[in-house]
């Protein structure tokens, strides 16, 4: 995959990280994660296309954002946001 030129090599480093996390993802976790944030579908819709309760599309999809945000934070990435 070829990042756009205009990114910085900051910016360059962080995406490949960030890719990189997708992947290493348990494989629920990262197909809810895909699903719900890349193709825009609804918890409901990808509970049903997975055949598994909404709860458990839930807890795979805050499972998942805990390991990318630790992911992030061991390959030293931005600093983490202040919730306000």
């Not at 494989?27 to 598994?52: N, S, T, W």
């Not at 709860?55 to 992030?72: K, N, S």
Request: glycine letters at 4%.
């Amino acid at each position: 995959m070829s990042l756009p030129p205009s990114l910085s090599d900051d910016e360059h480093d962080e995406r490949r990280v960030f890719a990189r996390a997708i992947r290493r993802l348990p494989r629920r976790c990262r197909d809810v994660f895909v699903l719900h944030r890349f193709v825009g579908m609804p918890l409901e819709q990808i509970a049903e296309h997975l055949a598994i309760e909404k709860r458990a599309v839930e807890t795979h999809l805050a499972e998942a954002l805990v390991r990318l945000i630790r992911a992030v934070d061991e390959a030293g990435g931005s600093e983490p946001q202040k919730r306000k």
